[in-house]
């Protein structure tokens, strides 16, 4: 394939191999993502004899679009242990593109595990931050809030949750343009003494810390859709819970109402008069505009689809990539955390502890 | 107030003090209760100058009802450790009562906390059981499902886990009527290798033990709704966070398709043709339905209801523990688990772990 690239200066590399539908799926993302975003190039890694006959039919993405060919591939079902080191899957040298400078982000909608444990190993995480987190934007009653982590760490301590907190007040500043965010702990009450021991440390040390962070306390997870926070930090297992429980819910009211209308001459009948009302929920709770979750806290900026999303949320985690990117993110949030005294946290818990 | 009680010998003693609205709410709710369930006899515990006028507005409750002061009550803030060893409180005389013999199931809006702490202490752990969980049942898309624990035991080890899921297979046969109930381990992913030790743990224990339960492995929130287990397992501080997501969730849609019929006045013109769907699916996720969470593992029946609930709500709470009063549900669980070498759980940690 002929290659004339654009000198567009905002490069994106892609993992075209990754997700349930790859590489379709991903270069029709592309596609939506380029018209957009004139300004972005890609680099994509993948299976040249797959990539190339689709991409040929995206006759807007010649000029913006270099493929290279990258021999293996990581499938859904490998662990990260065994991935980790393999230098010629496409998610490998989609991820290195980033650490060579030739890239600003990679997007991948593969293996979450994967794709952070490499992440971790080729960008390395940010000096004084001791775990990088999965972030997501989301919808509350009336505007957007942040969480953080989703899944990358099962298990974390009080220093880990008042570092995501941190993180999580940078990112609300830079991607939701909130001059102060309200940070909130997850929690199962609004009570001090409420819920896990590393919860109620974290607290204490957010408070104490010279972080200057508008801390709020603790959150339940009922009380999100409220809006009453804009950042909810929690370990990876339990904001991967929550996350989860909410897009089923979504799911299981929206069917209901379908399958309850489906059943209903007269519900069917004034469906028309309804259908704009519907598609304007549908839309807000639409989980492909939400698509896109960030790894934050390394150096350099890894973007991760779902990996069942259709092209349009492919173009979305491209979209919230490329808004990191031209807000210098990576940047940013390393000149924030370089002025924080994080060792202050470790001092906290020798206190609390001992 | 004359007493002129009748002679039904399904007891049930509430706590008429608990709750955000108490004692009203809880008298509306039984007097509703009452009438659904003429086989009930009431024992009520509360401050009698508060409690008899309200009281006396029900002329249907005069027969079934015996009031009996108690001096002092539990406050939403109190601490379980204030409140466990005061026997003058009406939560305290309403669960001692069952210790008694006198009722056979307690039922109180009050303090979660409390109500646990209190209920151990009256009524015993059943050997065998380490540590009670508190239950709910819950709507899928196609019928109930048995959650367990939702929040008495923020940490719970694999034993804990394995234990919840033998009562909560119990608990499926006689209150959903399941012959073999499927029974799943909440984790974040379906892998062998994901989530936390414990759960990995639990689920080893649980295969190769001879509770002869029908094992599915693990679930993830988001397939909850699909109705893809009857019992779903996990510690109280997941189990806590996954329900209070679910509640969250299924409000802002509802509320989100309010706000956004009254702003449109074509959906207005439409609301008649559609006002009987929407009702089929608040009813089908009214929690009021679904309220009443039964403490199971203890020697006797401990029922928890939603401390801002209405009337209705609180009448479902004590139809709920009079229909496991009728099923023998604590007699049950206490034989089904004799009958159970627990033991070999411990020794399955024993061989994991050395």
Redesign the interface.
């Known amino acids: 394939m002929e290659q004339v690239l654009s000198d567009n200066n905002l490069v994106i590399s892609v993992d075209a191999m990754g997700g349930d539908n790859s590489p379709r799926v991903v270069i029709e993302g592309l596609s939506i993502a380029a018209k957009k975003n004139p300004d972005i190039r890609f680099i994509l890694f993948g299976d040249t004899a797959k990539v190339t006959p689709i991409l040929n039919e995206f006759s807007n993405l010649k000029k913006v679009c270099e493929l290279r060919h990258s021999p293996e591939m990581v499938h859904n ?1 490998d ?1 990260p242990s065994q991935v980790i080191r393999n230098r010629n899957t496409s998610m490998y040298m989609a991820i290195d593109a980033v650490r060579k400078g030739e890239a600003q982000a990679v997007v991948s909608a593969g293996n979450t595990g994967a794709l952070m444990a490499i992440s971790k190993l080729v960008l390395k995480t940010i000096t004084k931050i001791h775990r990088p987190a999965i972030v997501s934007i989301m919808p ?2 009336n505007g957007k809030y942040i969480m953080l982590d989703l ?1 990358a760490n ?2 974390c301590n009080a220093i880990n949750l008042a570092e995501f907190a941190l993180m999580g007040d940078i990112l609300a500043r830079h991607a939701l343009g909130i001059s102060k965010p309200r940070v909130a702990l ?1 929690n ?1 009450g609004a ?1 001090e ?1 409420k ?2 021991e590393e919860i109620r440390q974290a607290a204490h040390m957010i408070k104490n810390s010279h972080m200057n962070i508008e801390f709020t306390g603790y959150v ?7 809006g009453v926070a804009d950042v909810i930090v929690a370990d ?3 904001g ?3 996350l ?14 379908k399958d ?2 489906k059943s ?1 001459f ?2 069917k ?6 259908l ?3 598609l ?2 549908k839309k ?2 639409d989980p492909r505009l939400y698509n896109g979750a960030m790894f934050v806290g390394l150096n350099g900026l890894s973007v991760k689809s779902h990996g069942g999303t259709d092209a349009l949320g492919f173009s979305v985690a491209v979209n919230n990539a490329a808004n990191l990117v031209r807000q210098n993110f990576v940047a940013t949030i390393r000149e924030e955390i370089e002025k924080v005294d994080l060792d202050e946290l470790s001092q906290e818990v020798i206190y609390e502890v001992y």
């Open positions: 079902e662990k509350h009653r899944g099962t298990e997850l199962i009570e003494m819920g896990k339940e997870p009922h009380e999100i859709p409220n990876g297992f339990t991967n819970i929550a989860k429980s909410t897009e089923g819910t979504a799911r299981l009211v929206v069917r209901m109402l309850a209308i209903s007269l519900a009948l004034g469906l028309p008069f309804m704009g009302v519907m304007k929920v807000t709770m």
